[in-house]
């Protein structure tokens, strides 16, 4: 076995050098920052940003598991680096690799601590109607009858289990179910998105990957898949469901190239799609809006703070770093109670 990854890159380190311009280092901008003087930017080595330390590690029979970092590795990141070498090259890009440009938006999009905040606020909203609903039908069910229910929500492999426990007082007639909102059920999560429905939805739309011939560059971010929509007063939606109909979904994969759909659009409706400079303009105004923490570029953006202010909070940032310290300790000590 080898030795296990514990510095998580949650966005790889190959993709960053596309922004790179001397391919160790990235041009950076932090949008939350301890005071006020911090630069608008910085140049963050590759191998240390866009990183946390065992956000992917699993503790199976007292040893660090690294089967989640490998099959993002294996499965994903490897077949995409050789599409990434015809993408910048130009090059026609087959079905088959643009499915692997799909899988790896994917996997993206769900593995970065952005998701794990929303992800996060979900279940805290549907576990409790979703759990009454299960409490209410396991009171009516004998235990023969419990045991041979499926399981609706079962884990992909390597992913873990939903981390849950039921428990019935048949006497008292009540029944309570707890579960835990942290990187167990985040990397469920995960397993659930790459290996489920929602995948195989984003591989039946069109999708394009576009060149751009003007002159304006588009950055990146610690978010880097975007979904979005124009509501009718003109505003815009972030984060707008992937099933909804002109739901515009894209991912910068160079500073010069993109990867999009609209949905419910057709391929040749896609291929039309023009890109100038008024409309990479809104679509880097749209990667920064829906950055995490670090906006990414070949080039220092003036304007940045004007798109989106930088939030000043030396308490918030100490509470990050202090979290971080203790992650791997406190999730592996509320899992173990799940086991």
């Known amino acids: ?27 950076t901008h932090d949008l939350l920052v301890a005071h006020k003087n911090v630069k608008a930017w910085r140049e963050a080595p590759i191998k240390g940003i866009a990183c946390q330390r065992d956000l992917y590690t699993q503790h199976n029979g007292g040893s660090a ?25 130009d090059a026609a890009i087959s079905d088959g690799e643009m499915g692997i440009l799909v899988d790896y938006l994917v996997l993206q999009a769900v593995r970065t601590p952005a998701w794990f905040e929303r992800v996060s606020e979900i279940l805290k909203k549907v576990a409790g109607p979703t759990f009454e609903s299960v409490v209410k039908e396991a009171e009516g069910l004998s235990r023969d009858e419990l045991l041979k229910k499926k399981p609706t929500c079962m884990p992909q492999a390597p992913f873990p289990p939903v981390p849950f426990k039921v428990s019935i007082d048949r006497e008292e007639r009540c029944a309570e179910l707890r579960m835990a909102v942290g990187r167990q059920s985040y990397q469920y999560s995960i397993g659930h998105f790459l290996k489920g429905p929602v995948n195989e939805a ?54 010069h190239h993109l990867l999009f759909t609209k949905v419910g659009c057709g391929k040749e409706e896609i291929d039309n799609v023009s890109f ?64």
């Open 65 to 89: 598991d690294d089967a989640i970092e490998d099959e993002f590795s294996n499965k994903y990141e490897s077949p995409v680096k050789e599409v990434f070498k015809k993408v910048i090259a």
């Open 276 to 339: 100038d400079e008024s409309t990479v303009s809104v679509l880097r105004t749209i990667i920064i809006r829906n950055a995490f923490r670090y906006v990414f570029s070949k080039q220092e953006i003036p304007d940045i703070e004007s798109i989106r202010p930088r939030t000043v909070n030396p308490e918030l940032c100490a509470q990050i770093d202090e979290g971080r310290q203790v992650w791997d300790k406190a999730q592996s000590e509320v899992e173990q109670g799940y086991k």
């Open 202 to 255: 984003l591989h039946g739309y069109a999708w394009r990957v576009a060149s751009l011939r003007c002159t304006s560059m588009l950055p990146t971010s610690d978010n880097p898949v975007v979904s979005f929509c124009m509501r009718q007063d003109g505003s815009l939606a972030l984060n707008t469901p992937v099933g909804i109909p002109d739901t515009i979904i894209f991912m910068p994969l160079t500073s």
């Open 1 to 27: 076995m080898g030795q296990t990854t514990h510095d998580n890159h949650y966005v790889p380190q190959f993709y960053l050098k596309y922004w790179s311009n001397n391919r160790n280092t990235i041009l």
